[in-house]
Structure formats: structure tokens, C-alpha cells
């Protein structure tokens, strides 16, 4: 496995498994599958509602806590100083977990800089190891970085080859932020699977398109966090360090820019509003 260092030291895997919209009743299975496969590196959410099980599959599995790196994100609906502390204790016991790795605040609406303090502090008293953020537009991002002692570890965004962000890239870099991928196949859309730039690449690796996409995205020091329920492919997005594209590769796939979010454009008021009705309990 390959790591990175973040901005205080502390060394997150490249790659690791996301586990959005995998039901609770197959989270464990899905995990211990992981587990078993290799990733060391887990990715859940309070919102996603699985972090219970995500914490019986560490718990089964026997692997020494040190070796892992679990991220959670603290929800909307838990904006504010004591609202995230609260939320960070529910998500800790849920998980089984006295010490997170990383824990983000997962949108950048509601009390963030409550939120921020409240992280700042769990971060202070060791209880996580490094303090982040999810969705935050490099504005947001910068004024939460001015007014604030600790600078946010991670900022995960929506990155994949049609959204390839680049110069958001280079702008969380000069601030010390690590930049971290959310749908790096872009859940699938617009035939990312079958597409002929990143089939012919794949061809001329004898690779999949799967690895060609995490493969591009770690060697621009992206870290990625698949998401799989099959274990087949739990394998194929984990054998992507036998080798390497070439600066052409790498360049093609820029051609695959859309310049727009697939998914949630943050900077849309709408945005708000659909993501203040989805619940964590
Ligand atoms: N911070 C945020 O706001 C967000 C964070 N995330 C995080 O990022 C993670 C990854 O993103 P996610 O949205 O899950 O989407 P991904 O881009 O990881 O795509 C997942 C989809 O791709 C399929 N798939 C996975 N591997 C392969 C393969 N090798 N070949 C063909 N199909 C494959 C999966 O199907 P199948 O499972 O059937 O194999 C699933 O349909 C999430 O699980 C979550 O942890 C995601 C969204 C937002
Ligand atoms: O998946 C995430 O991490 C998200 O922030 C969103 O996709 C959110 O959970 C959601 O449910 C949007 O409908």
C-alpha cells in the first residue's frame, strides 16, 4: 500500500473502500470481504447508516487497530459545537471506535465552524487523529482555513475523469489540504465502464478500466476510496500498484473533462435544500 502524509503527520492509505449505499444488513459482509482482500483503509459516514456494521467487521476481523484507517463524517443535521461533539460520540460507539482517523464534516452547510471547533477539540484530546472536511468549494474552504487554528487534513470531493479538478487540486495543495475522490468511477454514469479513451488505455495495459480510473487518479496523488459489493471487483480496484500509465495515459484522460458536478453542485441553493431532507437516524 502506498500512503500519503498529511498536513500533521499522519499517514493515510491511497486507497481505501467506500461503503455509501451499501444497505446495513450487508455492510459486514461487504467490509470483512475488504478486510480480507486487503484495504485497510475504510470510508463510512453517520448518513450512510452503516457505521454499526462497519464496526462488527472490524471487530471480527483481528487486525491490530494501528494497522487500520477509518474515516467517518459528521452530518447537516449536526451542525454546531455541540451537536458535533455528540454526533462524534454516537458515531464512536457505533463504530466500536474510542480513536476515528479521520472525521469530516461532511457538508459545508449549518454551523460549520461550530462543527470545526468541536473537531479541533476531539482532535486536541486524541480522540481523532486528523480533522477534515467533504464537499467544501475552495472559497468555503479558504475562509474556514483564515478564521480557524487547524488547517482541515482532507477536503473530499466529487473527482473522477469527467470532473477532474485539477486546479482545485493545486489550490488545496498550496493550503496543505490533501485531496481526496468521492465516486471515483462516477457511481458508473455516463458509461465511465465502457468508455472507448479509457477501454483503449485499459487494452494497453491489460488492465481494467476500473484500475486504469483509481491508477490515474493515485498517480496524481488523489486518494481514492472505491466503492464495490462484489468481491471480484473488491480485488480488481485493489490491484492497481503492478503498474504504471504514462505521462501520455495520464494526458489522454484529460480529454474526458465535463467541467460540471454529476452529482450535487454545492454552490446551488438547491443543493441545500435536498441535502438538509435526507436524516441520519
Ligand atoms: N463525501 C461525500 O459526499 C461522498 C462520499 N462518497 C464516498 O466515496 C465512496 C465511493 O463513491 P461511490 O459513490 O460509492 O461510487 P463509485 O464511483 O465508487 O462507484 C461505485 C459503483 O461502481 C460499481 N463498481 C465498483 N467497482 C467496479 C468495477 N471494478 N467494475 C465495474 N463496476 C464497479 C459499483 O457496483 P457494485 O457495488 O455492484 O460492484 C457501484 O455501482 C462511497 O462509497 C463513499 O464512501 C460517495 C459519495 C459522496
Ligand atoms: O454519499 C455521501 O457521502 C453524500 O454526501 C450524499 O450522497 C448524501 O449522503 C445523500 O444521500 C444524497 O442524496
Known amino acids: 500500500m502506498q500512503f500519503v502524509t498529511l498536513n500533521n503527520g499522519v499517514k493515510m492509505p491511497v486507497l481505501g473502500f467506500g461503503v455509501y449505499q451499501i444497505p446495513p444488513s450487508d455492510t459486514e459482509r461487504a467490509v470483512s470481504e475488504a478486510l480480507e482482500v486487503g484495504y485497510r483503509h475504510i470510508d463510512t459516514a453517520a448518513v450512510y447508516k452503516n457505521e454499526e456494521a462497519v464496526g462488527k467487521a472490524i471487530a471480527a476481523s483481528g487486525i491490530p487497530r494501528d494497522d487500520l484507517f477509518v474515516t467517518t463524517k459528521v452530518w447537516i443535521s449536526d451542525a454546531g459545537e455541540d451537536a458535533a461533539r455528540a454526533a462524534f460520540e454516537r458515531s464512536s460507539e457505533k463504530l466500536g471506535l474510542d480513536v476515528v482517523d479521520l472525521y469530516l464534516i461532511h457538508q459545508p452547510f449549518g454551523d460549520v465552524y461550530g462543527s470545526w471547533r468541536a473537531l479541533e477539540r476531539l482532535n486536541e484530546e486524541g480522540r481523532v487523529r486528523a480533522i477534515g472536511v467533504s464537499n467544501f468549494p475552495n472559497d468555503r474552504l479558504a475562509d474556514l482555513i483564515a478564521f480557524n487554528r487547524v488547517v482541515p487534513a482532507v477536503n473530499q470531493v466529487e473527482t473522477h475523469p469527467f470532473l477532474q479538478r485539477f486546479a482545485d487540486q493545486e489550490f488545496m495543495a498550496g493550503e496543505g489540504v490533501q485531496i481526496e475522490s468521492w ?71 484529460t480529454t474526458l473533462e465535463k467541467g460540471e458536478p454529476l452529482f450535487i453542485d454545492h454552490r446551488d441553493p438547491a443543493a441545500v435544500d435536498m441535502l438538509k431532507g435526507v436524516t441520519v437516524e
Do not use: C, Y
Not at 196 to 205: D, E, F, M, N, Q
Not at 217 to 235: T, Y
Open 183 to 253: 465516486a471515483p468511477f462516477a457511481e458508473g454514469r455516463n458509461n465511465l465502464f465502457t468508455n472507448p479513451t479509457l477501454s483503449s488505455i485499459a487494452r494497453a495495459h491489460d488492465k481494467s478500466v476500473a484500475q486504469v480510473v483509481l491508477r490515474w487518479l493515485i498517480q496524481r496523488g488523489v486518494v481514492v476510496i472505491p466503492k464495490s459489493v462484489r468481491r471480484d471487483r473488491m480485488e480488481e480496484n485493489f490491484d492497481v500498484f503492478d503498474f504504471e500509465l504514462a505521462d501520455s495515459d495520464m494526458a489522454v484522460v
